[in-house]
C-alpha cells in the first residue's frame, strides 16, 4: 500500500485570493481586506471586476457614513485589493476562496485551472452553498488542503460562516479556517458535509414552499410575503428573499437536495424552473418575484 504524499506545512496566511467578483466574491474581498488581509480578486469578466471595485468602495463608503469605519482604515483596505483576470495571479496566495456560480462543472474547471499555478502548501475553500464539499476536493490535488467556507449574502453585513470538512479534510486546515473566520469578524458554525448544509437545508425549502403556494394559488405574491413578514415576523417575505438570492441559485440549490437526499419533499416547484428558463433571475437582472424597473417594487404574479 503506497503511503499518502507528505504535505508541507501550513503557511501562514497573508494573501487570501478570491475567485468570481460577484456579489458573494465582491463582499469576501471587502471584508478581508477589512480585516488586515491582502486580497487578489479575480474574474474573467473585466466589467464584472471593475463593477466589484466600484461596489467594495461604496460598501466602505457606507461604512464610513454609519460611523464604522475612518478614511484612513477605507483607503488602506482599498490599498489592499488587487483586482485581475488570471488565475496565475493567485500564484503567492495562502488561502483560495472561489466563489463562482453554483455550478459543480464550473467549480471543478475553475479548481483545474487553478491548480497549475497553485503554491503546494496553500488552502483551497469553496464558497458553495449547496454542492458537497468531498465531491469538490476530489477533483483537486489536496482533498486534505480543502474545505467549504460558506458566507452568507450580503457578506459585509452577515455575521455567520458556515465551515465544512470534506472526508478528507485535515484538522489544522479546519483550525487555520475557524481563526481566518474570526479574523474577519465572522461567527464560525460547523456543518456536516450533507446536501446545502444547515442553512439552506432549512432556508431553501421554505422559499420552495412558498412558490408551490403560489402556484396554486392559494395566495399571490404580495399576500404570501406580507403573510410570512407578518405573520411569521421575518424580516423579508420568503419570495423577495429569493429574489435577492437569485433564484438561478435557489433552484440550483433545490435540485443538490432533490438528487443528493432523493427525498419528493425536496421537488423543486415547477413555477421556480418556469421563472429560470424565462432569465427572470431576481434582483440582479431587476425581474423575479417582482419586476424591479420602476421606483418601487411590483409583484409580477
Same mark, same amino acid.
Given at each position: 500500500?503506497?503511503?499518502?504524499? *507528505? ?53 466602505? !463608503? ?17 490599498? =489592499? ?5 488570471? &488565475?496565475?495571479?493567485?500564484? !503567492? ?21 487553478? &491548480?497549475? %499555478?497553485? =503554491? ?14 468531498? =465531491? ?5 490535488? =489536496? ?31 479546519? &483550525? ?57 415576523? %421575518? ?19 433545490? *435540485? ?46
Amino acid at each position: 500500500m503506497t503511503e499518502p504524499a *507528505q504535505l508541507p506545512p501550513l503557511p501562514e496566511i497573508a494573501t487570501i485570493g478570491v475567485i468570481g467578483a460577484g456579489q458573494m466574491g465582491s463582499g469576501i474581498a471587502q471584508v478581508a481586506a477589512l480585516a488586515g488581509y491582502r486580497v487578489k480578486l479575480v474574474d474573467i469578466n473585466p466589467e464584472q471586476l471593475a463593477a466589484a471595485m466600484s461596489k467594495i468602495a461604496v460598501g466602505l !463608503d457606507r461604512q464610513i457614513r454609519k460611523g464604522l469605519l475612518d478614511e484612513a482604515a477605507r483607503t488602506a483596505a482599498m490599498d =489592499r485589493i488587487t483586482a485581475s483576470g488570471a &488565475l496565475e495571479d493567485l500564484a !503567492d496566495c495562502e488561502l483560495v476562496v472561489e466563489a463562482a456560480t453554483e455550478n459543480e462543472q464550473v467549480k471543478k474547471a475553475i479548481f483545474r485551472d487553478l &491548480l497549475v %499555478h497553485l =503554491r503546494k502548501d496553500a488552502i483551497i475553500a469553496s464558497n458553495t452553498s449547496s454542492i458537497p464539499i468531498t =465531491r469538490l476536493a476530489a477533483a483537486t490535488d =489536496r482533498p486534505e488542503r480543502f474545505i467549504g467556507m460558506h458566507f452568507m449574502n450580503p457578506v459585509p453585513a452577515m455575521k455567520l460562516i458556515e465551515v465544512i470538512r470534506g472526508i478528507a479534510t485535515e484538522e489544522d486546515t479546519y &483550525l487555520a479556517i475557524r481563526e481566518v473566520t474570526e479574523r474577519l469578524g465572522k461567527t464560525p458554525v460547523t456543518a456536516e458535509d450533507f446536501p446545502a448544509f444547515i442553512v439552506n437545508r432549512i432556508l431553501l425549502p421554505m422559499i420552495n414552499e412558498a412558490v408551490y403556494t403560489l402556484y396554486e394559488g392559494v395566495g399571490n405574491v404580495e399576500s404570501i410575503d406580507t403573510a410570512m413578514r407578518l405573520g411569521a415576523n %421575518h424580516p423579508m417575505g420568503p419570495l423577495e428573499l429569493a429574489d435577492f438570492i437569485g433564484l438561478d441559485t435557489c433552484l440550483a440549490v433545490m *435540485q443538490v437536495l432533490y438528487e443528493g437526499l432523493a427525498d419528493s419533499k425536496y421537488r423543486p416547484c415547477p413555477l421556480l424552473v418556469k421563472y429560470v428558463e424565462a432569465g427572470w433571475l431576481g434582483r440582479k437582472v431587476k425581474r423575479g418575484f417582482y419586476d424591479y424597473r420602476g421606483e418601487q417594487p411590483v409583484p409580477t404574479r
